[in-house]
């Protein structure tokens, strides 16, 4: 029997969260080794199994993946969450790679100056309103089933619930304008697996604070 995927990150979310969320989904067990200082990260380095000298890094199936969205691609096609075809591969595609623009912004916005804050949220949550919940309210208006792509679980409903909790973490009533959105949510959240991962003291990490952000800072020199 093959072993659980081991992951590689220091204790936060940034890239690695998105890969924590697909695993949990497919229902796959996982461990992390979560870095807490420079040192155990320049150790992962002076092994050799970095690519690019630089995380996340997953290992899984004999091999040590890098880079996040190859990551991601090859989760999702492993446990059968990125479609049935090509064409549904392409739409998985559009719609992960929309929702990683907002991803980014809201997973950068602790690292905004005091004084950008006000703005940055501001700008966070406009896009979110104006361009890109809209995308998702219509698709699946015009889709009329329970999820993004076919009519099953995919990549890209796992990656939607997420940037929608997300969303909900800068303003909780980000999503007042967008009703099927809202089921959506509700629906998703209550498959077992994911519901799993919602819980108190699953693998799910919380929103950066003051701490994790220094320990970041300094085990990654940024």
Not at 140 to 151: A, K
Not at 165 to 189: D, I, N, W, Y
Not at 191 to 213: A, M, V, Y
Request: net charge negative; with cysteine; aromatic share 12%.
């Amino acid at each position: 029997m093959a072993g659980k995927p081991k992951l590689y990150y220091f204790n936060g979310r940034g890239r690695m969260e998105s890969i924590r969320w697909l695993l949990a989904a497919a229902g796959v067990e996982f461990e992390e080794e979560l870095f807490e200082t420079r040192e155990e990260f320049e150790k992962l380095i002076q092994g050799g199994s970095l690519m690019y000298e630089q995380v996340p890094m997953v290992e899984i199936d004999g091999m040590n993946l890098v880079e996040t969205r190859a990551i991601l691609r090859y989760i999702a096609a492993k446990y059968d969450l990125y479609g049935r075809n090509l064409k549904e591969q392409a739409w998985i595609d559009m719609y992960v790679e929309g929702l990683k623009d907002l991803n980014d912004m809201i997973m950068l916005f602790p690292f905004s100056l005091p004084e950008e804050k006000k703005m940055s949220l501001d700008y966070i949550l406009e896009r979110a309103t104006k361009r890109f919940f809209p995308v998702y309210e219509k698709a699946l208006r015009d889709h009329g089933q329970d999820f993004l792509v076919g009519n099953r679980l995919s990549w890209a409903d796992i990656q939607l619930l997420e940037v929608i909790l997300m969303a909900e973490e800068c303003k909780p009533s980000v999503l007042s304008g967008f009703p099927l959105l809202q089921e959506f949510k509700a629906r998703v959240s209550h498959i077992p697996t994911i519901n799993k991962f919602l819980q108190p003291g699953s693998q799910r990490k919380p929103p950066l604070d003051e701490e994790s952000l220094e320990t970041m800072k300094k085990t990654f020199n940024c």
